[in-house]
């Protein structure tokens, strides 16, 4: 099982429409979560954190997690085609060997089509 | 200059050149990182550094020689590469190791003949 699960997509969704990115991880002493977008071409960059149960609103975007279902998700509203990139979620450990460590998924790929 | 800045974009070769990528950051942070990013696969981990001590190798195959004299500066000693080790090495730093909250550099694109 992959630490950290993402479907590779891609995902295509018309402008104006949200956008639903998924993720799963396997570790349950995970106790911080992060989304970054990278743009083709381009380096990672930090969109989002999330570190407790629920959701998180920063402008379009949300984050919800779910610690007793190992799920996290990001939803973009209002999707533009410049959101078009891929999406990588990214998991912290906090405990044990593996302290401070940063795992990422493979990414999912949206494409927003006008 | 700011963030993350990483030399040279691009580098080509061949399986028995010994060559380096540079890392600098400009931001303040403690703990830098060398990742690998492969068509088709996760990030992968290759080094940590905080306050320029080494606290992670994962696994790194010894061909593959990071240095980090400061809180600044990281680099990638590479020697006797193999094909399969063209990739993209990312370089990011971070205020303090611990954190995901991790800034990239543009990267260094690497084609081994």
């Known amino acids: 099982q992959k630490e950290v699960e993402q479907n590779s997509g891609p995902l295509s969704v018309p402008e104006g429409a949200i956008a639903s990115l998924n993720c799963t991880y396997s570790?349950?002493?995970?106790?911080?979560f992060f989304w970054y977008r990278q743009y083709s071409g381009k380096s990672p960059e930090l969109i989002m954190s999330?570190?407790?149960?629920g959701d998180k609103e920063d402008g379009r975007f949300t984050a919800q997690l779910n610690k007793a279902s190992q799920y996290v998700s990001l939803l973009i509203r209002d999707s533009q085609p410049s959101d078009s990139a891929t999406y990588l979620c990214?998991?912290?450990?906090?405990?044990?060997?593996?302290?401070?460590?940063?795992?990422f998924g493979q990414g999912t790929i949206l494409t927003v089509h006008p | 200059e700011t963030g993350v800045t990483q030399t040279p974009r691009h580098l080509v070769m061949g399986m028995t050149n010994k060559k380096s990528l540079k890392c600098e950051q400009h931001?303040?942070?403690?703990?830098m990182y060398w990742y690998k990013q492969s068509a088709k696969k996760p990030l992968e981990l290759m080094f940590v550094?905080?306050?320029?001590?080494?606290?992670e190798n994962n696994s790194v195959p010894s061909r593959f020689s990071p240095e980090c004299p400061n809180s600044s500066h990281l680099f990638l000693h590479l020697h006797t590469l193999q094909p399969e080790d063209s990739a993209l090495y990312l370089c990011?730093?971070?205020?303090?190791?611990?954190?995901?909250?991790?800034?990239f550099g543009e990267g260094s694109r690497l084609t081994v003949l």
């Open positions: 931001l303040g942070h403690n703990a």
């Open positions: 570790d349950r002493v995970s106790q911080s």
């Open positions: 990011a730093s971070s205020q303090n190791r611990g954190t995901g909250e991790l800034f």
């Open positions: 999330i570190y407790s149960n």
């Open positions: 990214a998991v912290l450990k906090g405990g044990g060997t593996s302290y401070g460590k940063l795992t």
């Open positions: 550094y905080n306050f320029k001590e080494q606290t």
